[in-house]
């Protein structure tokens, strides 16, 4: 038999116990953590305290990010079998149920102060730690009221920060983050986080979507600064300003302009911009297509270079390294292909454990932040699936040359002035069907463009970099201007001059 209940104690944790041998090892395994448990116990019984934390790329211990997780034991071998003996349940690893070892009874969904969590059969699932009051469409409704008709009056002197609906602290509102904290270390900083899995900065203050401090802070912050869509029908109030720092410079058509006329899709996109104040672009291009595409044509555009880009230029990749295990000398290849609007999970138009033998390097693979919730990470010898890695700008910094295939991070890369290979084998649908591109990738592309993996490994054998130095060139002078290191320092220089809020 096995038994299992959830504990406080110190931490959130499931301990499991049963009668019998002690199992060789017991783990919570899921799409993006895992965690093994302390085991204790040798005689009749054993138990087996599961953590429900973890952490990653040398962080902090984290709750563990909501979704579901299978638990796995495994048993000692069983002893060999007597000549014309039959055999029943066979020990090993894999999913629990081995020799005896049954599902505890169900555990229902429990409140453990950073998450939720509940257990049936094999199945732990974790969710973020919102009371089940508000846990609904009717408790939102509710929130969302109280947050409506709040008086337009007493703003804080803080700033509410959002990257990719929550599911990090990155990018361009990292980076305004960091230089806020340093030049107005008074001002309040709030980070919407999907859950309390997502490492926040230094002094911040994480606020779990939907919670009651989601939605107040959302609504008494003075400025909010985001790079995506706001969520849950927000409404800016009078006072507030709202800042769309964006999320790269688009080569794939956005918005109003992407393929396929349809008016409740435009209707949502002008709803959407009329929400922000301000819109930040990295380079003159930028500006121009951004405001088109979300009909942003009569309200400030900051082209000042990509906040998120200064790291490039000032940081050193040295402790990303050391987190992500590579030994010093090692070539680092990064793979960091766009998503795809036909597909959730990442391309798989290469075999990174076969790359990584072929070109002696260890490869990152990174995926869209759209496909970190429904896909896996990617394993195998010199292989790091770096999806859930928190800031890409430092992945950029690290990595020898980049692969990609029409996603944005190709108007980072640039700044590095470091090689980049295009792999790019649907081409023609993703240009003809999926999205349609702003200009010509193949005429301007400052690297090789190969359809095949075999192309791709010759490609970073060949080593073409004279080939592409003046379209390299060309590249960085139109859209790497005014990434000079110092874009973060002139966004909050700004906010700060216009009095969004106090230093």
């Known amino acids: 038999m096995t038994d299992a209940r959830f504990t406080t104690e110190g931490s959130p944790a499931l301990v499991l116990s049963g009668e019998g041998e002690r199992p060789d090892s017991v783990e919570i395994v899921g799409a993006r953590a895992r965690v093994t448990a302390r085991l204790t116990g040798r005689g009749k019984t054993w138990t087996a305290t599961l953590p429900l934390r973890a952490a990653r790329w040398g ?11 299978e638990v796995r034991i495994a048993v000692p071998a069983a002893p060999p079998l007597a000549a014309g003996a039959s055999s029943g349940a066979s020990g090993g690893g894999g999913p629990a149920g081995g020799r005896g070892i049954r599902p505890p009874d169900v555990l229902p969904l429990t409140q453990l102060g950073t998450l939720r969590a509940s257990l049936e059969g094999w199945t732990l699932r974790v969710g973020p730690p919102i009371d089940p009051a508000y846990d609904s469409g009717e408790g939102q409704d509710a929130l969302e009221r109280r947050y409506a ?3 337009a009056t007493g703003f804080e002197n803080a700033v509410f920060f959002e990257s990719f609906y929550g599911r990090n602290a990155s ?3 990292l980076a305004i ?8 270390p008074d001002v309040t900083r709030y980070w919407s986080v999907v859950d309390l899995s997502v490492a926040v900065p230094d002094g911040a203050i994480p606020v779990v979507e939907g919670s009651p401090e989601w939605w107040r802070a959302r609504g008494a912050a003075r400025l909010l600064v985001v790079n995506d869509w ?3 029908r927000f409404a800016r109030r009078k006072g507030q300003v709202v800042l769309q720092t964006w999320h790269g410079t688009p080569l794939k058509r956005l918005a109003l302009h992407r393929p396929g006329f349809d008016p409740r899709r435009t209707a949502a996109v002008v709803r959407e911009s009329r929400r922000w104040n301000i819109l930040l672009a990295q380079n003159p291009y930028a500006a121009r297509i951004l405001g088109k595409a979300y009909a942003f044509l009569t309200r400030p555009v900051w082209v000042e270079g990509y906040p998120r880009n200064d790291v490039l230029t000032t940081g050193d990749g040295t402790a990303t390294r050391e987190a992500l295990g590579i030994r010093p000398g090692e070539r680092v290849l990064l793979y960091a292909p766009t998503w795809r609007d036909d597909r959730d999970q990442i391309v798989d138009f290469i075999d990174p454990v076969s790359l990584a033998a072929a070109t002696d390097a260890v490869v990152l693979v990174r995926g869209h932040s759209r496909t970190l919730l429904p896909g896996r990470d990617a394993e195998g010898p010199r292989v790091i699936d770096v999806t859930g ?8 910094l690290v990595a020898d040359a980049l692969i990609t295939d ?3 991070v190709m108007f980072d890369y640039s700044v590095t002035g470091k090689p980049m290979y295009f792999l790019v084998p649907d081409m023609e649908h993703y240009r003809g069907e999926l999205r349609g591109f702003y200009f010509d990738l193949a005429a301007h592309a400052p690297g090789p463009m190969v359809r095949t993996q075999d192309e791709l490994v010759a490609a970073l054998a060949a080593d073409d970099t004279e080939k592409y130095a003046s379209r390299y060139a060309q590249w960085r002078d139109k859209f790497n201007a005014r990434d000079d290191g110092h874009a973060a320092e002139r966004v909050v220089a700004r906010i700060l ?3 969004f809020i106090d230093a």
């Open 389 to 396: 890695f928190p800031d890409t700008s430092l992945l950029l």
């Open 497 to 499: 001059d216009q009095g």
């Open 149 to 151: 008709t709040r008086p």
């Open 59 to 69: 962080g902090p211990e984290l709750p563990l990010p909501a979704g579901s997780y």
């Open 230 to 232: 706001l969520r849950r």
């Open 171 to 173: 990018c361009n509102p």
């Open 406 to 408: 029409y996603s944005s």
């Open 177 to 184: 983050d960091r230089e806020v904290a340093r030049r107005a």
